[in-house]
């Protein structure tokens, strides 16, 4: 069955810092990863997908992440951080288990920058 | 082209009644997704249709929860007699197709509150 993992449920960075938000996926095909975020009370934003074409995923706002399928590892960088960037961020698999193919999410890390 | 329309945006029921969520997809969409999203967690499946057919319900509640998406008009999440522990938000989502790499795009969600 598939799953997601992600390591840390609250992260901390200074604004213009790097950004490393940790991901962990298991699944029995090949999978599309994504990365969404959710600000306060807001819907989910996509902000990358890897679907095999380059295992490094460029996405919006600067955000990047790198296929490790050795480490099954999806990691979410940002080389400086913004303020803006502050939100809740899912990392979500999808693959065709139990023959359809859905959307399986992290718990999600809350990015926090601090001034 | 309009993203997925979500209404309510909230919904407050007292315990007892019934509790009706509305989603619209993105035009062109005809796979649609509800995800159930509690307080300081992740979104979790619940049922997966296209239309007039339920593909994947297995992260629906055996009682009170039921789904359904017509040929035409929006997809409806119904809850029956709600409680107190169904207060949370409920997001929809819809694709245009399934398959590796599609990805899914998310409506602002309905915040039930259940008094």
């Known amino acids: 069955a598939q799953s997601v993992t992600q390591l840390d449920s609250h992260v901390s960075v200074s604004e213009g810092t790097p950004v490393l938000l940790r991901c962990n996926y298991s699944?029995?095909?090949?999978?599309?990863l994504f990365w969404y975020v959710q600000h306060p009370n807001k819907g989910l934003q996509l902000l990358l997908k890897y679907t095999s074409a380059a295992t490094l995923v460029k996405g919006i706002n600067g955000f990047e992440a790198e296929f490790k399928k050795s480490e099954t590892s999806f990691h979410l960088t940002k080389p400086s951080a913004h303020m803006s960037d502050a939100a809740e961020y899912f990392c979500v698999v999808s693959d065709q288990d139990s023959g359809t193919y859905k959307y399986i999410f992290g718990t999600g890390t809350r990015l926090k920058v601090l001034a | 082209n309009a993203g997925v329309m979500q209404n309510p945006r909230h919904l407050v029921r007292r315990r007892g009644q019934e509790a009706r969520l509305r989603c619209s997809p993105m035009k062109g969409h005809s796979h649609v997704y509800w995800y159930r999203q509690l307080p300081e967690e992740g979104l979790k499946f619940m049922v997966y249709?296209?239309?007039?057919?339920?593909?994947?319900e297995s992260g629906m509640p055996k009682e009170r929860f039921s789904a359904e998406f017509p040929k035409e008009g929006p997809s409806i999440l119904r809850i029956q007699q709600v409680v107190r522990g169904d207060s949370a938000a409920y997001f929809c989502?819809?694709?245009?197709?399934?398959?590796?790499?599609?990805?899914?795009?998310f409506g602002q969600g309905t915040r039930l509150t259940v008094v």
């Open positions: 699944s029995s095909y090949s999978p599309s």
């Open positions: 989502a819809s694709s245009p197709a399934t398959g590796w790499g599609t990805e899914a795009f």
């Open positions: 249709l296209q239309k007039e057919n339920i593909i994947d």
